[in-house]
């Protein structure tokens, strides 16, 4: 089992900044992924940003140049820097993470955090 904690939400001005954190605790060694992703009200979960064990990052056209993905590896925390927030960053942030080594029957494994919330608003 992996358990993901995802803490840093708010309500921040556009322009602003914030940076959420995504705290790792268990089987983290089967973990081959880690994402952010955002769900805004009446829309689907959207991917926003990602890396994997093998160094390759993804993000969301909408927040390239604005957020950042990085990792902790001394804290087992994942982080993601939000800069230049705008009003349509407003959703739930959740952290996941793909579980490709595993210890249980089921694999591969997507685990999620309980999720956190951003808004952007004057």
């Known amino acids: 089992q992996v358990q993901l904690v995802e803490s840093g939400g708010g309500l921040v001005q556009p322009g602003g900044s914030l940076r959420l954190s995504c705290a790792t605790s268990?089987?983290?060694?089967?973990?081959?992924?880690m994402a952010w992703y955002r769900q805004a009200p009446g829309k689907q979960r959207e991917l926003v940003a990602s890396f994997t064990n093998g160094g390759s990052t993804t993000y969301a056209d909408s927040v390239k140049g604005r957020f950042t993905i990085s990792r902790d590896n001394a804290k087992n925390t994942v982080i993601l820097q939000m800069n230049s927030l705008q009003p349509e960053d407003t959703a739930v942030y959740y952290c996941?993470?793909?579980?490709?080594?595993?210890?249980?029957?089921?694999?591969?494994?997507?685990?999620w955090g309980q999720g956190t919330q951003v808004t952007v608003s004057s």
């Open positions: 268990g089987y983290t060694f089967g973990i081959s992924a």
């Open positions: 996941n993470a793909l579980e490709t080594i595993c210890s249980g029957p089921v694999c591969p494994v997507n685990y």
